[in-house]
């Protein structure tokens, strides 16, 4: 038995290994994350800790004394609760990747929920019944009358989401449907492997294999920030406005256009590396002054534009002097041998149904442009 325990253990810690380098390589601190990003680092850690979980039960199965027991069954309970948890993560990650709606998700928050909430329950109850699992008077586990519907819980909510991505296949690129289609795949064959034959531990180690995959094929191919930067990059700009203009009602969606006028100076004078330089400088201001919720992105070249929800107009206008009194500090302080000046154009997307991402952006770049020609 133990050099069962053993070879599944060392199965665990590679799988393991292999998502800390995902998410070590995903991750960047001057990095802005959109939700899909931040979806995809929940599933890294919970895959991670489902594993450490399987693991230690590994490791606990039948050993003697009241602490092993004490911790095999707290165990096992946190393990069968976030079986279906990472499922919904899942479909979360599908969902926002398809629409880019935080509000979308807040409708379908409890749907998907309930399910998670229902196997919770079953996974406490089960300390006092046989739902789920038995301990039996040498503290080695056995699987509970009903552990079947812990299995069902997760199909379905699998499932689910399968068939919400074929709905909704026309809404993203063929590839990456076949690659979001195929993350399920792995892991739900290797939960039926693991249901049928209860000895072969296979459904988290899948489930790395689809994350790998996923990571691979769409995340690291597709981040939504620019690489000098850190900022949202254009692509991402664009959907995200889409977005906020298409479901604007209570809050105004302002935005704002910026421009540095000293860049070709800067690259002239003093090479193309200190015109990265003042850009990742622009960029550091943008992040100081506007807040975690507004929406940063480099729109191309030497142009950056912020996306705001405001509730008046004086709320837009006390940002861009907040910024550009950030920016003359940043002179001030002599950092570099040049200055940061700056174009600023900025307005109040308007609740009509004819707004577009491409008037708007087009409307806040002519008012930058007019703010150029009175700094000539």
Request: aromatic content about 14%.
């Amino acid at each position: 038995m133990m050099p069962l325990i053993v070879h599944y253990v060392e199965l665990n810690f590679f799988a393991i290994t292999i998502l800390c380098v995902i998410f070590l390589n995903m991750r960047r601190p001057d990095r802005q994350y959109s939700l899909d990003q931040k979806l995809f680092f929940l599933l890294i850690s919970t895959n991670v800790l489902l594993l450490v979980l399987d693991s230690m039960l590994w490791i606990l199965d039948g050993e003697p004394g009241s602490l092993a027991r004490t911790l095999s069954i707290a165990s096992i309970i946190f393990y069968n609760t976030l079986n279906p948890v990472i499922c919904m993560i899942w479909y979360y990650y599908v969902d926002f990747y398809i629409y880019s709606s935080k509000e979308r998700l807040t409708k379908v928050l409890f749907p998907i929920l309930l399910p998670v909430l229902v196997n919770l329950i079953l996974s406490v109850a089960s300390i006092f019944t046989n739902i789920y699992f038995i301990f039996d008077e040498d503290n080695g586990y056995h699987r509970g009358r009903f552990i079947f519907l812990l299995l069902g819980i997760c199909l379905y909510m699998i499932i689910y989401t399968s068939a919400f991505l074929i709905r909704n296949r026309k809404k993203i690129d063929q590839k990456e449907y076949a690659y979001l289609l195929f993350f399920a795949i792995p892991p739900m064959v290797g939960g039926v492997i693991q249901f049928m034959f209860p000895g072969a531990v296979m459904i988290w180690i899948a489930s790395t294999l689809s994350i790998l995959i996923i990571f691979i094929n769409i995340q690291k191919d597709q981040l939504n920030t620019d690489y000098l930067t850190g900022v949202y990059n254009r692509r991402y700009l664009d959907n995200y406005l889409q977005e906020k203009i298409k479901n604007q009602r209570h809050h105004l969606i302002a935005g704002i256009m910026i421009d540095i006028d000293s860049f070709k100076t800067i690259n002239d004078s003093y090479g193309h590396d200190s015109g990265d330089q003042a850009l990742k400088y622009t960029a550091q201001i943008l992040r100081k002054t506007f807040r975690k919720t507004d929406f940063i992105a480099r729109y191309g070249g030497d142009e950056f534009v912020i996306v705001m929800e405001i509730d008046d107009r004086a709320e837009l206008i006390s940002a861009v002097q907040r910024f550009s009194e950030k920016v003359s500090q940043f002179n001030l302080e002599k950092i570099t041998p040049y200055e940061i000046c700056l174009s600023i154009g900025y307005d109040c997307c308007a609740k009509e149904p004819e707004t577009t991402t491409t008037a708007f952006l087009k409307r806040i770049d002519q008012l930058m442009y007019m703010d150029k020609q009175k700094n000539a």
